[in-house]
């Protein structure tokens, strides 16, 4: 079981960005999704979430494809984007209620592991505050919490630490090693080469539209033909040759 893309080719428009690319999230693995701007990260999501239909190959939750069963699919995804998307006219309450029924959660178990989240990222004397009244990073909280509120099988996390501080960052790292340990899989699209380098057991580099090199830390250090046993000194020489070819 795990979260696979096959041979995806896709993009924006009939030429495609992403060309023939295949890897798998498994669970209790975090993937690092890593790759300089433009090499077609953010359009790999969008296709996982369902934003983007692949042109060719297929993308499959434990075997079960968005077009077979759309409500299993999204049951078993959440999903953080690298920019807030709230509703303007919806409190934090009810953005909370609008994810607990969209889950089909629990009402009254929900609201305890949420009470427990907003907490954690201090936004429990908040609930009736407006998405105009939050600054980035509080609306980025407001994703993160209402993201893990259901006990998903699979995340896709994109660029989750822009405009967070660094208390939000330290327990945003934790939620994602408990989900982990839980036995979730977790895609994490991140510039952060440093904190993808302790927390992702596996990378997938992509460089225009194609994957680079993918493996763990020692096979993308083979790959690269170097010895540093640090991911942004890999991450350079396997990009570094192809800056001019983007």
Known sequence: MSLEVENLVGGYSQIPVLKNISFKVKPGQIVGLIGLNGAGKSTTINHII???????????????????????????LSYIPEMPVLYTELTLREHLDLTIMAYNLNREQAWKKADR????????NKLDWF???????????????CAFLADSSYYIIDEPFLGLDPLATRDLLRLIAAEKQRGAGILM?????????????????????????????????????????????????????DRYDE
Do not use: W
């Not at 939750?61 to 999204?74: M, V």
């Not at 998405?131 to 919490?145: D, E, N």
């Open 189 to 241: 699209s991140t510039h952060v080469l440093s904190t993808a380098q302790t927390e992702c057991d596996y990378f997938v580099l992509l460089h225009a539209g194609k994957i680079k090199a993918q493996g763990n830390l020692a096979e993308l250090r083979e790959q690269a033909g170097i010895a540093s046993d640090q991911l942004d000194e890999v991450y350079f020489a396997l990009t570094e040759e």
């Open 117 to 124: 989240l907003l907490r954690i990222f201090r936004l429990d």
């Open 131 to 145: 998405p105009a009244k939050f600054s980035k990073g509080m609306r980025q909280k407001v994703m993160i919490v």
């Open 50 to 76: 369902g934003l983007l239909r692949p042109q060719q190959g297929k993308i499959t939750i434990d075997q079960i494809s968005l077009q077979q069963d759309p409500q299993a699919y999204k049951q078993n």
